[in-house]
Nanobody, 124 residues
Framework: QVQLVESGGGLVQDGGSLRLSCAASGLTFSTSALGWFRQAPGKEREFVAAINWNSGIKRYADSVKGRFPIARDNAKSTLYLQMNSLKPEDTAVYYC?????????????????WGQGTQVTVSL
């Protein structure tokens, strides 16, 4: 049974930083593609960042490029999202996602394993 458990969310002021973590179990982490998505109230889930199996390829939404580097540690089966220069419009529930495969994906429909989400709130 695949489990993805996010942590690291919270309340932060405009311009602050947070680091999200996603601990995975029940899957072959080292050959899985991973991604971060977010969903704000009343909006659809949207892509944030993705990383391939060996960290050789990373993709970012334009809205977070240069601010939210994605990283993974295959030895620890953990995915990270370092969130810098946070803005109020970054407020959302953040989800990590995983799927088998050596490629890279950024469409939520392409992922079949999801965490429960962690709330990130950025105040003015």
């Amino acid at each position: 049974q695949v489990q993805l458990v996010e942590s690291g969310g919270g309340l932060v002021q405009d311009g602050g930083s947070l680091r999200l973590s996603c601990a995975a179990s029940g899957l072959t982490f080292s050959t899985s593609a991973l991604g971060w998505f977010r969903q704000a109230p009343g909006k659809e889930r949207e892509f944030v960042a993705a990383i391939n199996w060996n960290s050789g390829i990373k993709r970012y939404a334009d809205s977070v490029k240069g601010r939210f580097p994605i990283a993974r540690d295959n030895a620890k089966s953990t995915l990270y999202l370092q969130m810098n220069s946070l803005k109020p419009e970054d407020t959302a529930v953040y989800y990590c996602a995983a799927r088998r495969g050596l490629g890279i994906w950024n469409n939520p429909d392409d992922f079949n394993n999801w965490g429960q989400g962690t709330q990130v709130t950025v105040s003015l």
